[in-house]
Protein backbone atom coordinates (compact mmCIF):
# COMPACT_ATOMS: atom_id res chain seq x y z
CA UNK A 1 0.00 0.00 0.00
CA UNK A 2 0.88 3.65 -0.22
CA UNK A 3 0.49 6.14 2.54
CA UNK A 4 0.56 9.97 2.68
CA UNK A 5 -0.07 12.95 4.97
CA UNK A 6 -0.27 16.28 4.67
CA UNK A 7 -0.20 19.39 7.50
CA UNK A 8 -0.09 22.63 5.84
CA UNK A 9 -2.81 25.05 7.00
CA UNK A 10 -3.69 27.60 4.37
CA UNK A 11 -2.82 24.87 1.63
CA UNK A 12 -5.27 22.88 -0.31
CA UNK A 13 -4.01 19.91 1.31
CA UNK A 14 -6.53 17.86 -0.47
CA UNK A 15 -5.22 18.02 -4.20
CA UNK A 16 -2.05 17.55 -2.45
CA UNK A 17 -3.01 14.75 -1.18
CA UNK A 18 -4.47 13.70 -4.46
CA UNK A 19 -0.94 14.31 -6.47
CA UNK A 20 1.17 12.33 -3.46
CA UNK A 21 -1.22 9.10 -3.88
CA UNK A 22 -0.77 9.50 -7.48
CA UNK A 23 2.94 8.73 -7.43
CA UNK A 24 2.24 5.90 -5.01
CA UNK A 25 -0.46 4.42 -7.36
CA UNK A 26 2.30 1.74 -7.85
CA UNK A 27 2.07 0.49 -4.45
CA UNK A 28 -1.74 -0.09 -4.39
CA UNK A 29 -4.20 0.07 -7.16
CA UNK A 30 -7.28 -1.69 -5.61
CA UNK A 31 -8.92 1.61 -3.81
CA UNK A 32 -7.87 4.88 -2.60
CA UNK A 33 -8.95 7.12 -0.54
CA UNK A 34 -8.28 10.95 0.84
CA UNK A 35 -9.77 12.30 4.76
CA UNK A 36 -9.17 15.79 5.74
CA UNK A 37 -9.47 17.23 8.83
CA UNK A 38 -11.12 20.91 9.09
CA UNK A 39 -12.26 22.05 12.92
CA UNK A 40 -13.27 18.81 14.59
CA UNK A 41 -15.03 17.33 11.09
CA UNK A 42 -13.96 15.07 9.60
CA UNK A 43 -13.86 14.87 5.65
CA UNK A 44 -13.90 11.35 4.01
CA UNK A 45 -13.73 10.07 0.18
CA UNK A 46 -12.75 6.09 -0.63
CA UNK A 47 -13.87 4.00 -2.98
CA UNK A 48 -12.41 1.06 -5.02
CA UNK A 49 -10.13 1.90 -7.95
CA UNK A 50 -7.34 4.22 -9.33
CA UNK A 51 -6.45 7.48 -7.47
CA UNK A 52 -7.39 8.88 -11.03
CA UNK A 53 -11.02 7.04 -11.24
CA UNK A 54 -12.00 7.63 -7.45
CA UNK A 55 -11.18 11.64 -7.74
CA UNK A 56 -12.74 14.06 -9.48
CA UNK A 57 -12.19 18.25 -8.95
CA UNK A 58 -15.46 18.12 -7.35
CA UNK A 59 -14.76 15.66 -4.61
CA UNK A 60 -11.35 16.72 -3.96
CA UNK A 61 -12.82 20.50 -3.52
CA UNK A 62 -14.91 19.32 -0.68
CA UNK A 63 -12.29 17.55 1.07
CA UNK A 64 -11.50 20.97 2.72
CA UNK A 65 -9.23 20.91 6.06
CA UNK A 66 -5.92 21.82 6.97
CA UNK A 67 -4.63 18.40 7.22
CA UNK A 68 -5.18 15.03 4.63
CA UNK A 69 -4.47 11.40 4.89
CA UNK A 70 -4.43 9.17 2.15
CA UNK A 71 -3.68 5.75 1.18
CA UNK A 72 -3.78 3.46 -2.18
CA UNK A 73 -4.31 -0.04 -1.15
CA UNK A 74 -3.52 -3.80 -2.08
CA UNK A 75 -5.22 -6.18 0.48
CA UNK A 76 -2.82 -8.58 2.39
CA UNK A 77 -5.09 -8.95 5.40
CA UNK A 78 -9.68 -8.42 4.50
CA UNK A 79 -10.54 -9.04 1.25
CA UNK A 80 -10.11 -6.91 -1.64
CA UNK A 81 -13.69 -4.92 -0.77
CA UNK A 82 -14.84 -1.09 -0.43
CA UNK A 83 -15.67 -1.46 2.99
CA UNK A 84 -11.78 -2.11 3.67
CA UNK A 85 -10.78 1.07 1.84
CA UNK A 86 -8.56 3.14 3.81
CA UNK A 87 -7.97 5.65 5.51
CA UNK A 88 -9.85 3.64 8.49
CA UNK A 89 -11.89 6.47 10.72
CA UNK A 90 -12.94 5.69 13.96
CA UNK A 91 -14.53 8.12 16.64
CA UNK A 92 -12.73 8.37 20.18
CA UNK A 93 -13.55 10.92 22.70
CA UNK A 94 -11.23 13.44 21.52
CA UNK A 95 -12.57 13.33 18.23
CA UNK A 96 -12.00 11.26 15.00
CA UNK A 97 -9.32 9.89 13.97
CA UNK A 98 -8.22 8.65 10.14
CA UNK A 99 -5.79 6.14 9.48
CA UNK A 100 -3.50 4.77 6.65
CA UNK A 101 -1.59 1.76 6.84
CA UNK A 102 1.18 0.03 5.06
CA UNK A 103 2.30 -3.32 6.11
CA UNK A 104 0.59 -6.42 7.31
CA UNK A 105 0.49 -7.01 11.43
CA UNK A 106 0.99 -10.77 12.49
CA UNK A 107 -1.18 -10.16 15.59
CA UNK A 108 -4.46 -9.01 14.14
CA UNK A 109 -6.21 -12.07 15.49
CA UNK A 110 -5.11 -11.38 18.87
CA UNK A 111 -5.18 -7.90 18.77
CA UNK A 112 -9.44 -7.83 17.47
CA UNK A 113 -10.33 -10.84 20.11
CA UNK A 114 -8.89 -8.25 22.64
CA UNK A 115 -10.24 -5.42 21.07
CA UNK A 116 -14.08 -7.05 20.47
CA UNK A 117 -14.06 -8.24 24.48
CA UNK A 118 -13.83 -4.60 24.72
CA UNK A 119 -16.90 -4.31 22.59
CA UNK A 120 -15.43 -2.17 19.59
CA UNK A 121 -17.52 -2.21 16.56
CA UNK A 122 -15.35 -3.63 13.83
CA UNK A 123 -16.54 -2.22 10.30
CA UNK A 124 -14.02 -4.56 8.70
CA UNK A 125 -11.49 -7.42 8.76
CA UNK A 126 -8.37 -5.09 8.56
CA UNK A 127 -5.44 -5.19 10.79
CA UNK A 128 -5.80 -0.97 9.89
CA UNK A 129 -8.73 -1.01 11.89
CA UNK A 130 -7.48 -2.52 14.46
CA UNK A 131 -4.68 -0.17 15.22
CA UNK A 132 -7.12 2.58 15.03
CA UNK A 133 -9.54 0.96 17.72
CA UNK A 134 -6.44 0.25 19.77
CA UNK A 135 -5.64 3.89 19.58
CA UNK A 136 -9.49 4.85 20.02
CA UNK A 137 -9.28 2.63 23.28
CA UNK A 138 -6.54 4.51 24.72
CA UNK A 139 -7.80 7.84 23.85
CA UNK A 140 -10.78 6.74 25.68
CA UNK A 141 -9.17 5.65 28.69
CA UNK A 142 -7.69 9.06 29.33
CA UNK A 143 -4.78 9.12 27.62
CA UNK A 144 -3.48 12.48 24.80
CA UNK A 145 -3.04 11.37 21.71
CA UNK A 146 0.98 10.72 21.60
CA UNK A 147 0.80 8.42 24.74
CA UNK A 148 -2.28 6.77 23.13
CA UNK A 149 -0.68 6.40 20.13
CA UNK A 150 2.19 5.07 21.68
CA UNK A 151 0.29 2.48 23.95
CA UNK A 152 -1.33 1.55 20.72
CA UNK A 153 1.60 0.43 18.66
CA UNK A 154 3.11 -1.47 21.71
CA UNK A 155 0.34 -3.90 21.06
CA UNK A 156 1.12 -4.59 17.56
CA UNK A 157 3.58 -7.02 16.02
CA UNK A 158 4.30 -7.24 12.43
CA UNK A 159 4.77 -4.35 9.71
CA UNK A 160 3.23 -0.83 9.95
CA UNK A 161 4.18 2.17 8.54
CA UNK A 162 0.97 4.57 9.17
CA UNK A 163 -0.04 8.03 8.99
CA UNK A 164 -2.51 9.22 11.32
CA UNK A 165 -4.84 12.58 11.10
CA UNK A 166 -5.98 13.64 14.38
CA UNK A 167 -8.23 16.76 15.25
CA UNK A 168 -5.10 18.21 16.56
CA UNK A 169 -2.50 17.22 14.68
CA UNK A 170 -0.34 14.39 12.34
CA UNK A 171 0.90 11.29 13.59
CA UNK A 172 3.55 8.95 11.63
CA UNK A 173 5.11 5.76 12.77
CA UNK A 174 7.51 3.32 11.30
CA UNK A 175 7.54 -0.99 13.52
CA UNK A 176 10.72 -1.29 15.24
CA UNK A 177 12.62 -2.97 12.48
CA UNK A 178 10.74 -0.81 9.62
CA UNK A 179 10.04 -3.31 7.38
CA UNK A 180 7.60 -0.66 5.22
CA UNK A 181 9.43 2.65 4.12
CA UNK A 182 8.34 6.13 5.75
CA UNK A 183 9.69 9.17 4.72
CA UNK A 184 8.74 13.24 5.98
CA UNK A 185 9.30 15.84 3.65
CA UNK A 186 8.76 19.84 3.94
CA UNK A 187 6.59 22.20 1.85
CA UNK A 188 8.74 25.18 0.79
CA UNK A 189 7.94 28.07 2.87
CA UNK A 190 6.15 31.18 1.79
CA UNK A 191 7.48 33.58 4.40
CA UNK A 192 10.53 32.62 6.81
CA UNK A 193 7.53 33.13 9.52
CA UNK A 194 5.19 30.72 8.80
CA UNK A 195 5.01 27.24 10.53
CA UNK A 196 6.90 24.66 8.52
CA UNK A 197 4.76 22.39 6.79
CA UNK A 198 5.15 18.79 6.99
CA UNK A 199 4.15 15.56 4.44
CA UNK A 200 4.71 12.39 5.37
CA UNK A 201 4.71 9.60 2.13
CA UNK A 202 5.64 6.20 1.82
CA UNK A 203 8.40 7.28 -1.07
CA UNK A 204 10.36 10.03 -2.12
CA UNK A 205 8.35 10.29 -5.18
CA UNK A 206 5.38 11.07 -3.23
CA UNK A 207 7.54 14.16 -1.81
CA UNK A 208 8.96 15.06 -5.62
CA UNK A 209 5.66 15.77 -7.03
CA UNK A 210 4.07 18.28 -4.47
CA UNK A 211 8.08 20.06 -4.84
CA UNK A 212 8.53 18.98 -0.91
CA UNK A 213 11.83 18.73 0.32
CA UNK A 214 13.21 15.84 1.68
CA UNK A 215 13.79 16.01 5.40
CA UNK A 216 14.55 12.03 6.04
CA UNK A 217 12.95 8.76 7.13
CA UNK A 218 10.65 8.10 9.97
CA UNK A 219 13.31 5.94 12.36
CA UNK A 220 12.23 2.49 12.99
CA UNK A 221 10.15 2.48 16.25
CA UNK A 222 9.72 6.11 16.37
CA UNK A 223 6.71 8.53 16.53
CA UNK A 224 6.54 11.84 14.74
CA UNK A 225 3.83 14.32 16.05
CA UNK A 226 3.63 17.12 13.30
CA UNK A 227 1.02 20.09 14.94
CA UNK A 228 1.09 23.87 14.49
CA UNK A 229 4.26 24.13 16.75
CA UNK A 230 6.13 21.71 14.71
CA UNK A 231 7.49 17.88 14.83
CA UNK A 232 7.90 16.09 17.76
CA UNK A 233 9.72 13.30 17.82
CA UNK A 234 9.66 10.38 20.14
CA UNK A 235 10.57 6.97 20.59
CA UNK A 236 8.03 4.04 21.49
CA UNK A 237 10.18 0.57 21.04
CA UNK A 238 12.83 0.26 23.46
CA UNK A 239 14.67 -2.13 20.96
CA UNK A 240 14.85 -1.48 17.29
CA UNK A 241 17.01 -3.42 14.72
CA UNK A 242 16.54 -2.16 10.90
CA UNK A 243 14.99 -4.83 8.72
CA UNK A 244 14.13 -2.91 5.51
CA UNK A 245 12.10 -5.52 3.35
CA UNK A 246 14.53 -6.06 0.10
CA UNK A 247 11.66 -6.35 -1.88
CA UNK A 248 11.27 -2.45 -1.66
CA UNK A 249 14.56 -2.22 -3.20
CA UNK A 250 14.30 -4.72 -5.86
CA UNK A 251 10.76 -4.43 -6.88
CA UNK A 252 8.19 -2.90 -4.94
CA UNK A 253 9.46 0.78 -4.29
CA UNK A 254 9.43 2.94 -7.93
CA UNK A 255 12.86 3.33 -9.07
CA UNK A 256 13.03 7.27 -8.83
CA UNK A 257 12.46 6.79 -5.36
CA UNK A 258 15.36 7.43 -3.05
CA UNK A 259 16.95 4.92 0.00
CA UNK A 260 20.06 5.24 2.24
CA UNK A 261 20.76 8.74 -0.24
CA UNK A 262 20.70 6.96 -3.75
CA UNK A 263 17.27 6.09 -5.83
CA UNK A 264 16.67 2.71 -6.42
CA UNK A 265 17.39 3.22 -9.94
CA UNK A 266 21.16 3.04 -9.07
CA UNK A 267 20.85 -0.19 -7.08
CA UNK A 268 18.60 -1.97 -9.69
CA UNK A 269 22.16 -1.06 -12.18
CA UNK A 270 24.14 -2.25 -9.86
CA UNK A 271 22.21 -5.84 -9.48
CA UNK A 272 21.67 -5.98 -13.17
CA UNK A 273 25.78 -5.60 -13.31
CA UNK A 274 26.35 -8.46 -10.24
CA UNK A 275 24.10 -10.66 -12.17
CA UNK A 276 26.16 -10.22 -14.79
CA UNK A 277 29.17 -11.53 -13.34
CA UNK A 278 27.87 -14.22 -11.72
CA UNK A 279 25.80 -15.66 -14.78
CA UNK A 280 27.60 -14.49 -17.63
CA UNK A 281 26.34 -16.18 -21.10
CA UNK A 282 26.97 -15.50 -24.53
CA UNK A 283 24.02 -13.67 -26.59
CA UNK A 284 23.23 -11.00 -29.01
CA UNK A 285 20.94 -9.08 -27.26
CA UNK A 286 19.45 -8.46 -23.90
CA UNK A 287 16.37 -7.26 -23.36
CA UNK A 288 14.09 -6.42 -19.93
CA UNK A 289 10.61 -7.32 -19.02
CA UNK A 290 9.58 -3.96 -18.76
CA UNK A 291 9.07 -2.10 -16.51
CA UNK A 292 10.62 -3.75 -13.51
CA UNK A 293 13.27 -5.39 -15.13
CA UNK A 294 14.72 -2.43 -17.04
CA UNK A 295 17.38 -0.82 -15.18
CA UNK A 296 18.87 -4.49 -13.80
CA UNK A 297 19.05 -5.37 -17.66
CA UNK A 298 20.75 -2.35 -18.73
CA UNK A 299 23.16 -3.02 -15.77
CA UNK A 300 23.79 -6.52 -17.20
CA UNK A 301 24.50 -4.81 -20.48
CA UNK A 302 26.88 -2.58 -19.25
CA UNK A 303 28.87 -5.79 -17.33
CA UNK A 304 28.53 -7.77 -20.32
CA UNK A 305 29.17 -5.74 -23.00
CA UNK A 306 26.14 -7.26 -25.37
CA UNK A 307 23.93 -4.92 -26.60
CA UNK A 308 20.60 -3.29 -24.54
CA UNK A 309 17.12 -3.53 -26.86
CA UNK A 310 13.91 -3.56 -26.68
CA UNK A 311 12.17 -6.54 -27.31
CA UNK A 312 8.88 -6.58 -25.29
CA UNK A 313 6.61 -3.23 -25.81
CA UNK A 314 4.07 -2.28 -22.84
CA UNK A 315 0.73 -1.29 -22.92
CA UNK A 316 1.12 1.41 -20.01
CA UNK A 317 -2.58 1.34 -19.50
CA UNK A 318 -2.62 -2.00 -17.55
CA UNK A 319 -1.81 -1.89 -14.30
CA UNK A 320 0.71 -4.48 -12.53
CA UNK A 321 -0.50 -7.86 -13.40
CA UNK A 322 0.56 -9.26 -9.72
CA UNK A 323 -1.21 -6.91 -7.95
CA UNK A 324 -4.67 -7.72 -9.12
CA UNK A 325 -6.35 -10.29 -6.60
CA UNK A 326 -7.73 -13.34 -8.53
CA UNK A 327 -5.55 -15.97 -10.98
CA UNK A 328 -8.31 -15.30 -13.61
CA UNK A 329 -7.48 -11.24 -13.48
CA UNK A 330 -3.89 -12.28 -14.06
CA UNK A 331 -3.96 -14.19 -16.89
CA UNK A 332 -6.35 -12.08 -18.55
CA UNK A 333 -3.43 -8.98 -17.58
CA UNK A 334 -0.65 -10.22 -18.69
CA UNK A 335 -2.20 -11.10 -22.20
CA UNK A 336 -2.92 -7.17 -22.35
CA UNK A 337 0.08 -6.28 -21.07
CA UNK A 338 3.37 -6.94 -23.37
CA UNK A 339 3.81 -7.60 -27.05
CA UNK A 340 7.23 -8.85 -28.95
CA UNK A 341 9.23 -6.93 -31.32
CA UNK A 342 9.77 -9.38 -33.97
CA UNK A 343 12.21 -7.58 -35.99
CA UNK A 344 14.37 -6.68 -32.69
CA UNK A 345 13.73 -10.43 -31.95
CA UNK A 346 14.23 -12.84 -34.73
CA UNK A 347 17.13 -14.88 -35.19
CA UNK A 348 18.45 -13.27 -31.85
CA UNK A 349 20.13 -14.88 -29.05
CA UNK A 350 18.08 -13.57 -26.52
CA UNK A 351 18.84 -12.70 -22.43
CA UNK A 352 15.77 -11.47 -20.67
CA UNK A 353 16.16 -9.95 -17.12
CA UNK A 354 13.38 -9.71 -14.81
CA UNK A 355 13.61 -8.70 -11.60
CA UNK A 356 11.72 -11.24 -9.84
CA UNK A 357 9.84 -14.81 -10.82
CA UNK A 358 6.92 -15.34 -8.30
CA UNK A 359 4.00 -17.90 -9.36
CA UNK A 360 6.51 -18.28 -12.36
CA UNK A 361 3.00 -17.67 -15.13
CA UNK A 362 4.75 -14.53 -16.21
CA UNK A 363 7.99 -15.84 -17.17
CA UNK A 364 6.17 -18.59 -19.35
CA UNK A 365 3.73 -16.55 -20.99
CA UNK A 366 7.17 -14.08 -22.08
CA UNK A 367 9.15 -16.88 -22.81
CA UNK A 368 6.39 -18.45 -25.05
CA UNK A 369 5.93 -14.57 -27.01
CA UNK A 370 9.81 -14.26 -27.35
CA UNK A 371 10.14 -17.84 -29.02
CA UNK A 372 7.31 -17.16 -31.37
CA UNK A 373 8.58 -13.31 -32.28
CA UNK A 374 11.84 -15.66 -33.38
CA UNK A 375 14.24 -15.80 -30.95
CA UNK A 376 16.57 -18.25 -31.00
CA UNK A 377 17.75 -19.15 -27.85
CA UNK A 378 16.05 -17.72 -24.52
CA UNK A 379 18.02 -17.07 -21.91
CA UNK A 380 16.37 -15.79 -17.94
CA UNK A 381 18.89 -13.58 -15.75
CA UNK A 382 16.67 -12.62 -12.39
CA UNK A 383 17.62 -9.68 -10.56
CA UNK A 384 16.85 -11.30 -6.87
CA UNK A 385 17.40 -15.01 -5.85
CA UNK A 386 14.77 -17.44 -6.33
CA UNK A 387 11.07 -16.76 -3.74
CA UNK A 388 10.99 -19.65 -1.49
CA UNK A 389 8.72 -18.30 1.29
CA UNK A 390 5.39 -16.32 1.23
CA UNK A 391 5.87 -12.87 2.99
CA UNK A 392 4.16 -11.99 6.10
CA UNK A 393 4.60 -8.40 5.98
CA UNK A 394 2.94 -6.52 3.79
CA UNK A 395 3.85 -8.18 0.44
CA UNK A 396 1.43 -10.36 -1.20
CA UNK A 397 3.42 -12.85 -2.34
CA UNK A 398 0.93 -15.88 -1.99
CA UNK A 399 0.82 -19.12 -0.14
CA UNK A 400 4.26 -21.12 -0.58
CA UNK A 401 2.74 -23.98 -2.48
CA UNK A 402 1.88 -21.15 -5.27
CA UNK A 403 5.49 -20.12 -5.60
CA UNK A 404 7.48 -21.78 -8.03
CA UNK A 405 10.90 -21.92 -6.68
CA UNK A 406 9.33 -23.06 -3.37
CA UNK A 407 9.28 -26.93 -4.49
CA UNK A 408 11.18 -26.84 -7.64
CA UNK A 409 15.34 -26.84 -8.62
CA UNK A 410 16.20 -24.24 -10.27
CA UNK A 411 17.07 -26.61 -13.50
CA UNK A 412 12.98 -27.33 -13.67
CA UNK A 413 12.08 -24.33 -13.14
CA UNK A 414 14.13 -23.26 -16.07
CA UNK A 415 12.23 -26.80 -18.17
CA UNK A 416 9.07 -25.29 -17.18
CA UNK A 417 8.95 -21.68 -18.08
CA UNK A 418 11.39 -22.85 -21.33
CA UNK A 419 14.43 -21.16 -21.17
CA UNK A 420 17.28 -22.74 -22.56
CA UNK A 421 19.07 -21.29 -19.51
CA UNK A 422 18.18 -19.72 -16.21
CA UNK A 423 20.13 -17.84 -13.35
CA UNK A 424 19.13 -16.10 -10.46
CA UNK A 425 21.35 -13.70 -8.53
CA UNK A 426 23.23 -14.94 -5.29
CA UNK A 427 21.53 -14.18 -1.62
CA UNK A 428 24.67 -12.46 -0.82
CA UNK A 429 24.90 -10.55 -4.50
CA UNK A 430 21.93 -8.87 -3.93
CA UNK A 431 22.44 -7.98 -0.32
CA UNK A 432 25.96 -6.51 -0.72
CA UNK A 433 24.75 -4.49 -3.18
CA UNK A 434 23.01 -2.56 -1.10
CA UNK A 435 26.46 -1.22 0.21
CA UNK A 436 24.55 -0.99 3.53
CA UNK A 437 25.22 -3.62 6.43
CA UNK A 438 23.69 -6.75 5.20
CA UNK A 439 21.57 -7.55 8.49
CA UNK A 440 19.98 -4.14 7.86
CA UNK A 441 17.57 -5.84 5.45
CA UNK A 442 14.65 -8.89 5.54
CA UNK A 443 14.93 -10.92 2.98
CA UNK A 444 12.74 -13.70 4.45
CA UNK A 445 10.76 -14.68 0.89
CA UNK A 446 14.23 -15.74 -0.19
CA UNK A 447 15.23 -17.36 2.65
CA UNK A 448 12.57 -18.26 4.80
CA UNK A 449 14.53 -16.38 7.90
CA UNK A 450 11.50 -14.00 9.27
CA UNK A 451 12.73 -11.37 11.71
CA UNK A 452 9.58 -11.00 13.51
CA UNK A 453 8.20 -14.53 14.62
CA UNK A 454 4.87 -15.32 13.06
CA UNK A 455 2.47 -17.07 15.10
CA UNK A 456 1.77 -20.61 14.18
CA UNK A 457 -1.81 -20.40 12.95
CA UNK A 458 -1.09 -17.75 10.91
CA UNK A 459 2.47 -19.53 9.47
CA UNK A 460 -0.06 -22.63 8.76
CA UNK A 461 -2.19 -20.23 6.74
CA UNK A 462 0.49 -19.81 3.60
CA UNK A 463 3.48 -22.17 4.52
CA UNK A 464 3.25 -25.73 3.36
P1 LIG B 1 5.21 -14.40 -11.61
O1 LIG B 1 6.49 -15.11 -11.56
O2 LIG B 1 4.38 -14.62 -10.38
O3 LIG B 1 4.40 -14.67 -12.80
O4 LIG B 1 5.47 -12.84 -11.60
C1 LIG B 1 6.73 -12.27 -11.50
C2 LIG B 1 6.61 -10.88 -12.05
O5 LIG B 1 5.66 -10.20 -11.26
C3 LIG B 1 7.88 -10.06 -12.02
O6 LIG B 1 8.01 -9.45 -13.31
C4 LIG B 1 7.64 -8.99 -10.98
O7 LIG B 1 8.13 -7.74 -11.45
C5 LIG B 1 6.15 -8.94 -10.90
N1 LIG B 1 5.57 -8.60 -9.58
C6 LIG B 1 4.54 -7.76 -9.47
N2 LIG B 1 4.17 -7.62 -8.20
C7 LIG B 1 4.94 -8.38 -7.47
C8 LIG B 1 5.01 -8.60 -6.07
O8 LIG B 1 4.30 -8.06 -5.25
N3 LIG B 1 5.95 -9.45 -5.71
C9 LIG B 1 6.76 -10.02 -6.62
N4 LIG B 1 7.65 -10.83 -6.19
N5 LIG B 1 6.73 -9.83 -7.91
C10 LIG B 1 5.84 -9.01 -8.35
FE1 LIG C 1 9.99 -8.06 1.98
FE2 LIG C 1 10.23 -10.65 1.53
FE3 LIG C 1 10.61 -9.67 3.98
FE4 LIG C 1 8.18 -9.71 2.92
S1 LIG C 1 9.43 -11.49 3.46
S2 LIG C 1 9.12 -8.05 4.04
S3 LIG C 1 8.65 -9.32 0.76
S4 LIG C 1 11.84 -9.26 2.14
MG1 LIG D 1 7.84 -7.20 -13.53
Redesign the pocket.
Same mark, same amino acid.
Request: glycine letters at 8%; proline letters at 0%; a negative charge.
Given at each position: CGVFGVYAPGEQVANLAYFGLYALQHRGQESAGIATFEDGTVHLHKEMGLVSQVFNETILSELTGNLAIGHTRYSTTGSSRAVNAQPAVVPTRLGKIALAHNGNLVNTQTLREELLEQNHNFLTTTDSEAIAWAIAEAVNAGSPWVEAATHAFKRCQGAFSLVIGTPDGMIGTRDPNGIRPLVIGTLPQESPDDAPRYVLASETCGLDIIGADYLREVAPGELVWITDAGLASSRWAEQSQRKLCI @?EMI? @?ARPDSVVHDESLYSYRLRIGRQLAIESAIDADIVIA &?PD /? #?VPAAIGFSQASGIPYAEGLIKNRYVG $????QPTQIMRDAGIKMKLNPLKDVLAGKRVVIV %? %?? !? &? $? #??? /?RKIVKALRDAGAIEVHMRISSPP &?THPCFYG !? %??DSQDHL?AATKPVAEIAQQIGVDSLQYLSLEGMLTATREDTNEFCSACFTGDYPIAVPAPLKRSKLM
Open positions: @FY @F &V /S #G $RTFI %D %DS !I &V $R #GTT /S &V !I %DTI
